[in-house]
């Protein structure tokens, strides 16, 4: 079967970290640009990072920069998400997804520094892992 699937969610303090893992099944991974997106109750799902198949170039929205750290591992077929000093805002169920571009589908937001995420078109999907911040 060809899936994504997504591992590490759980239940973090603020200040904590938590690493997610995604892994492909029944694909090549590192034939893929990879991005994370995540949707927080009652809001709109957002892109988080993403990592260029082609030079491995990473893009981070401004939310995140700094804090989190997007890696792969070709040899595993895995991508790694480090998420470090989590905010009580970072609460969200987080998914991986695939697109078979050699650079990540991004561009830059018309007036600021933050960049755009275009999930159309994306190739597949994981199921999601619940990221929980709370004291």
């Known amino acids: 079967q060809v899936q994504l699937v997504e591992s590490g969610g759980g239940v973090v303090q603020p200040g904590g970290s938590l690493r997610l893992s995604c892994a492909a099944s029944g694909f090549a991974l590192h034939d893929y640009s990879i991005a994370w997106f995540r949707q927080a109750p009652g809001k709109e799902r957002e892109g988080v990072p993403c990592i260029s198949r082609g030079d491995g170039t990473t893009y981070y929205a401004g939310s995140v920069k700094g804090r989190f750290i997007l890696s792969r591992e070709n040899a595993k077929e895995t991508v790694y998400l480090q998420m470090n000093n989590l905010k009580p805002e970072d609460t969200a169920v987080y998914y991986c997804?695939?697109?078979?571009?050699?650079?990540?589908?991004?561009?830059?937001?018309?007036?600021?520094?933050?960049?755009?995420?275009?999930?159309?078109?994306?190739?597949?999907w994981g199921k999601g892992t619940l990221v929980t911040v709370s004291s």
């Open positions: 997804a695939a697109v078979a571009i050699s650079t990540c589908p991004v561009v830059a937001a018309r007036g600021s520094h933050n960049l755009v995420f275009i999930e159309y078109g994306m190739d597949y």
